[in-house]
């Protein structure tokens, strides 16, 4: 009974952190395509003359969605991740008995995912990295 209710309250936990992250994220995204397309709307036609249709419309829409899918999954993933490694260190800075044996493989796999996890956010991030620097170079320009 103890063990439902304490897998109920972490799912409840889980189901808030992804709502407020997932709102956080969107109102970010949201007052980024604006200030984007305030920006678009006070270029002078001479800007479109030097700039390809195609790369500002990119920008707009395929720069924008992998920032927000960063924004969504992998901030999630991250602060899951360092939470989870740092219980690990604390779980295995901890004396083991003989029958903590199978909590050990448990809390080791606890360890290694989140770095393996953290590891496999780095291409995305960089990828948001990259969209977000085409995104802030438009709105930076004159």
Not at 19 to 31: E, K, L, N
Not at 114 to 121: A, K, R
């Amino acid at each position: 009974m103890l063990v439902s209710a304490i897998y109920l309250i972490a799912a409840a936990f889980s189901v808030i952190q992804q709502y407020s992250m997932t709102r956080i994220a969107q109102g970010a995204v949201y007052q980024l395509r604006k200030d984007f397309e305030e920006k678009m709307a006070r270029q002078p036609v001479s800007y479109y003359d030097s700039h390809q249709n195609g790369d500002i419309m990119a920008r707009m829409v395929n720069d924008m969605d992998n920032i927000q899918g960063t924004l969504n999954q992998s901030l999630i993933q991250l602060v899951n991740s360092v939470m989870s490694v740092i219980g690990g260190i604390k779980v295995a800075s901890g004396s083991v008995s003989l029958g903590d044996v199978q909590a050990i493989l448990q809390y080791t796999n606890q360890y290694s995912q989140p770095i393996t996890q953290i590891t496999n956010l780095t291409n995305t991030i960089q990828a948001t990295a990259a969209s977000a620097e085409r995104i802030f170079r438009v709105l930076d320009e004159p």
